[in-house]
């Protein structure tokens, strides 16, 4: 089976891009194939603009980067997210390439006068959250759970795909480095497993 991981990360030597590294070792160990989409590096534009809205108002053509990003999507059995948390969410970069390509008419079919259509019932999708702060951070003021319900329900369950994976990486700069690089190999290696990798 095949993953498309995307990272979200403007330096290659981070712990983000590590972590997206070691989903991939872990693929490969499992047997499966698996591709890098790198938004930084490739230059994905994230600001949602006039065409992106005509898409989404009259159902016009993407544009032309949003449509690659599709079919990479298309071509894959599950989505893996490896990403820093910026003020207790998904940074810039991940959240403008999440409004520009899960759009009406492919993530989801919707109108004023009809319910949404979810048109991503066959996606699974993992996601891996890196942040400095500890668990109690993340619990004092409930951003863990806003965390969940703004991404793995606000995002992907409107479009029906399936978040088997949700996990926090935390204290990433407090010596968990190796735990956190452990889990993301474990997340690889399990990806097409049936039981979902805790976090």
Known sequence: MHALIVVAHHDPQ???HSLAAQVAAGLSAS???????DLAAEGFDPRYNAADQRVHRTRAEPPADVAAEQARIDRADALVLVFPI???SLPGLLKGWIDRVFVNGWAIDYGPDTPV?????HLQVHLLALGAADQSAFERHGYAKAMHTQIDYGIFDYCGAQVLTS????????GQVQVHLDHAKAVGQGLFETETVAG
Do not use: M
């Open 14 to 16: 981070s712990l983000t």
């Open 31 to 37: 047997g499966h194939t698996f591709e890098i989409a």
């Open 86 to 88: 910026y003020w207790w």
């Open 117 to 121: 259509v979810k048109k991503l019932r």
């Open 167 to 174: 996990a926090l990486l935390l204290e990433s700069e407090s």
